[in-house]
Nanobody, 119 residues
Framework: VQFVESGGGLVQPGGSLKLSCAASGFTFSDYGMRWYRHAPGKGRDLVASISSTGDSTNYADSVKGRFTISRDNAKKTVYLQMNSLKPEDTAEYYC?????????????WGQGTQVTVSS
């Protein structure tokens, strides 16, 4: 199982970024997918989720109306479009499935992609 996140970077407040997460090693279309973020000194928070077919999405209150999650099952990729970014969105962003996936005895996570919102 592998997740490869990309698309992060440094952006000014009010700017936009689109994150991508390429997944492999499992039947992608059978799983809902989620984006999480982990800011320094805080726990890992669920940001957005999408059903296996893409017809249902949910968002944390803090990003509702600004972020959009989507997926392409043919490409085994999930996306997070982030608009109107705020400094408090600064974090490492990770994707994962909606059920635990394992590599041996280790929970499968990617390396994440860093998003920094600063002027």
């Amino acid at each position: 199982v592998q997740f490869v996140e990309s698309g992060g970077g440094l952006v000014q407040p009010g700017g936009s970024l689109k994150l991508s997460c390429a997944a492999s090693g499992f039947t992608f279309s059978d799983y809902g997918m989620r984006w999480y973020r982990h800011a320094p000194g805080k726990g890992r928070d669920l940001v957005a989720s999408i059903s296996s077919t893409g017809d249902s999405t949910n968002y944390a209150d803090s990003v509702k109306g600004r972020f959009t999650i989507s997926r392409d099952n043919a490409k085994k990729t999930v996306y997070l479009q982030m608009n109107s970014l705020k400094p408090e969105d600064t974090a490492e962003y990770y994707c994962n499935a909606d059920r635990p996936l394992w590599n041996g005895h280790t929970s499968a996570w990617g390396q994440g992609t860093q998003v920094t919102v600063s002027s």
